[in-house]
């Protein structure tokens, strides 16, 4: 039905035929006219998964009747000939009109459309537990999976797809499909072997390969690319980007987010899901309201990247964005990366995360802040950035921290940390391995912590906080405090590791356990059950405590 439009690649004007009918060579026109409008639309629906709706016509047809319109002027002698080039011209201002400058006359639409979404509140009400915060880097992430497509049978014909940061089974993983690297490829290998997967929270852990075997995919071709498939099914939805998601059970799906235009097709409203399982390309279609538990992409970040940038920019209107810039705020633009980052709640539910700032270049300071749930599409706003480091500015420290190694930093993600707003900074080499990590206050850019393994990361920003933040009266009473002890060892364990001696011990009395590293307290080896031992210690509501400032054993 769709190739019935070719028709309208024909000479449309009585006039011309009326003259021409009976030429070969006018007739041999109007055929190769009529194949080249099949052919467009062989591209724009095959190729380009147009929606099939009327304003796509629209969008698209006024390109494409214009373009056919305008071949009529070699048919300028012709009585009344030249009406159909005109109109051909007026077709293609019209499209230029659509796209270029139609936009711009509903930037006050785009800003009620995405503030009829927001929620304005002063700040996060409760520190994230540190447990499910991601240290690890997508950079370093990949560069780990990249090394398991080498140990694949046929490894030539595959490549990792995108990564995305998901919550499974209550923890936080880098998950990376495979995909295939070309149409040969495609042709000559099998289905694609699986997906890989690496903790976003155990720096020490290694990726893993999930063995599934997949048809439906985005790099497959013909009725097995998995959009194409969707299409398929659903030819007058609108749908977004593709993003992989496997359930708790490691059981791999594709989520297609669909949604439906406004003020024509310049502002996209998700209103729910496709989820396709690629094994077998059975298709369910579920609203925003009833989304499966294990969804955590169901808004996509171009869409959260837009509707952030019309809420920030478009505050009064086009002009004023441009010239007096009043009350205007830009979201952190990142080179080479999403605008927004992945974030997750104490519920493990993922946000999409900016800060917002000055529109002034190479400003340093945030003015607020933003999440969008991925899920459900609610957008909160926080006022309570104004003054705080912004994103770029606490990579800036992080670099610098560390410029004799001339590590790189990742992408930076602001998190409440023991009630202190942080900035958390991966530290990479330049072959993209992860080398040191970086928690940075927000407030005060000299209170920072920077290890390479978690538990002293934390613990030592703990300690930071308790020492250098000094009357801080908006730190809560969760952070950390440095006490003293004195008493009698009761267990011990020491254990060799690459960094030197871990001893653990507990103290009568006390049911926590306290660790000290050799490479720290070079006496501490020497530690027995039954030793009398002094030392501080970082007092939090964990079972294990870091001792730090002085350790003595005192018999």
């Not at 639309?41 to 709706?53: A, K, N, P, Q, R």
């Not at 992989?244 to 209103?271: A, T």
Request: net charge neutral.
């Amino acid at each position: 039905m769709l190739y019935w439009l070719a028709i309208l690649a024909l000479t449309w004007n009585p006039f011309i035929w009326k003259m021409n009918y009976k030429q070969k060579l006018f007739i041999s026109f109007q055929i190769i006219r009529l194949l080249l409008g099949i052919v467009i639309i062989f591209c724009v629906s095959y190729f380009g998964l147009v929606d099939h709706t009327f304003q796509a016509f629209i969008s698209y047809g006024l390109y494409i009747l214009g373009f056919f319109l305008l071949l009529d002027i070699v048919y300028g002698q012709a009585k009344k000939a030249r009406i159909t080039p005109v109109i051909g011209a007026a077709f293609i201002i019209g499209g230029l009109y659509f796209s270029f400058m139609y936009p711009l006359t509903i930037t006050n639409d785009k800003y009620e459309f995405v503030k009829a979404k927001v929620k304005t509140v002063s700040k996060i009400d409760a520190s994230i537990d540190e447990k499910h915060i991601p240290v690890v880097p997508e950079k370093y992430a990949r560069y780990r999976s990249e090394k398991l497509i080498g140990e694949l049978k046929h490894s030539s014909y595959y490549d990792l797809g995108d990564s995305t940061i998901q919550k499974m089974d209550g923890h936080l993983y880098w998950v990376t499909p495979i995909e295939y690297t070309g149409f040969f490829k495609y042709m000559k290998g099998e289905k694609v072997p699986g997906y890989i997967k690496m903790s976003a929270e155990d720096e020490r852990a290694e990726a893993k390969l999930v063995k599934t075997k997949m048809t439906y995919v985005p790099s497959a071709y013909f009725s097995k690319n998995v959009k194409r498939h969707v299409r398929n099914l659903h030819k007058d939805k609108i749908l977004l980007d593709v993003s992989f998601e496997p359930d708790d059970q490691d059981r791999p799906y594709y989520v297609i987010p669909y949604g439906e235009y406004r003020k024509f097709r310049n502002i996209i409203d998700v209103q729910g899901i496709y989820l396709v399982d690629p094994v077998t390309g059975k298709t369910k279609e579920y609203t925003l309201a009833n989304l499966p538990d294990f969804i955590d992409h169901a808004i996509p970040t171009s869409v959260a990247e837009d509707w952030n940038e019309w809420y920030g920019k478009y505050v009064h209107g086009f002009w004023n964005s441009h010239f007096s810039q009043e009350d205007v705020m830009v979201p952190t633009q990142w080179k080479g990366v999403d605008e927004v980052n992945g974030v997750f709640n104490d519920d493990l539910q993922l946000h999409w995360f900016t800060d917002f700032t000055r529109p002034k270049s190479g400003s340093g300071s945030m003015v607020s802040y933003s999440i969008l749930n991925a899920r459900t599409g609610k957008f909160t706003f926080y006022t309570e950035g104004n003054g705080l480091l912004n994103g770029k500015s606490a990579m800036n420290v992080a670099e610098k921290t560390f410029r004799a190694n001339k590590y790189d930093a990742g992408t930076p993600i602001l998190y409440s940390i023991y009630g202190q707003f942080t900035w958390v900074v991966p530290l990479m080499d330049s072959n993209h391995v992860l080398r040191e990590m970086m928690l940075i206050n927000a407030k005060d850019e000299k209170v920072y912590s920077a290890e390479d393994s978690k538990r002293a990361l934390f613990d030592n920003y703990k300690y930071a906080i308790a020492t250098k933040l000094g009357n801080d009266v908006a730190t809560p009473t969760d952070q950390a405090l440095l006490k003293p002890l004195k008493g009698t060892v009761s267990h011990v364990y020491k254990a060799e590791t690459a960094q030197g001696t871990t001893v653990k011990f507990m103290v009568a009395g006390s049911d926590k356990i306290f660790v000290v590293q050799s490479n720290d307290f070079p006496y501490s080896i020497f530690l027995e059950k039954g030793s009398v031992v002094e030392f501080k210690y970082i007092d939090t509501n964990e079972t294990i405590a870091s001792i730090s400032g002085e350790f003595k054993i005192a018999k």
